[in-house]
């Protein structure tokens, strides 16, 4: 019975802690500026197949749903190359959002990128082309946080637009996010300290 109750205590802390952390992930190297516009990036994942993966569905989904209602002039950049030779994740996320989101708003495609810094430095003339008030990263907690730490080393100037997207809520993908915050400490370890400061 206490071996049990041990159990459930542990796996109800590991839940807390991984929800916690992934929060607290989502509220780093953002300010709390608003505009007219804004551009929300959305990061691909490896897709080998012919249609985007769960992961990058989820994506999409945040990506959409981070679309500010007052602003009156959004567009929504998916980023990523192809996988294996395939179709570039940028398009699959396109395809997905248009075709089952329903999406209709403007959206550009940065369809080179391999890694995270590539990602970072080809949306980059896109974020100038499209000039907005505010600039947002959905993906996955620590992975947004990394993507937006590079946009702050490559260019400071566009990395003051950054607000927060809506790419945590809690509850959301809860039973993984223990998972999640490991990977995430793993993924984050080469940041600078003066990169995890919250800004609030």
């Keep these: 019975m206490l071996r049990r109750t041990g159990l459930a205590i ?11 952390l ?14 007219a516009s ?14 985007a993966n ?4 989820w994506r999409v989904r945040a990506g959409i749903r981070s679309c500010a209602e ?28 248009k075709s089952v989101l329903g999406f209709d708003g403007t959206v550009l495609l940065e369809d080179r990128s391999a890694t995270t810094w590539e990602n970072i430095t080809n949306v980059i003339p896109l974020l100038e082309d499209v000039d907005v008030d505010c600039i947002k990263i959905a993906s996955q907690p620590a992975h947004a946080l990394k993507a937006r730490a590079y946009l702050r080393r490559q260019r400071p100037d ?12 809690p509850g959301e993908w809860m039973v993984v996010k223990p ?22």
Excluded at 85 to 95: H, I, P, S, V
Aim: net charge positive; aromatic share 10%.
């Design 10 to 20: 542990a796996g109800v802390a590991a839940l807390a802690w991984g929800e916690w």
């Design 22 to 35: 992934n929060w607290r992930w989502s509220q780093v190297l953002v300010g709390d500026g608003r505009g």
């Design 38 to 51: 804004e551009a929300v990036v959305v990061l691909g994942y490896r897709n080998p197949q012919a249609t």
């Design 54 to 57: 769960l992961i990058n569905r």
């Design 70 to 97: 007052g602003a009156h002039a959004t567009c929504v950049i998916f980023s990523g190359g192809a996988t294996g030779g395939g179709t570039a994740e940028a398009k699959l996320m396109a395809d997905y959002a």
């Design 158 to 169: 566009l990395a003051e637009r950054l607000v927060r997207a809506d790419d945590y809520r």
């Design 179 to 200: 998972l999640l915050a490991l990977y995430g400490l793993w993924t984050l370890r080469g940041l600078k300290a003066n990169e995890r400061k919250v800004l609030l």
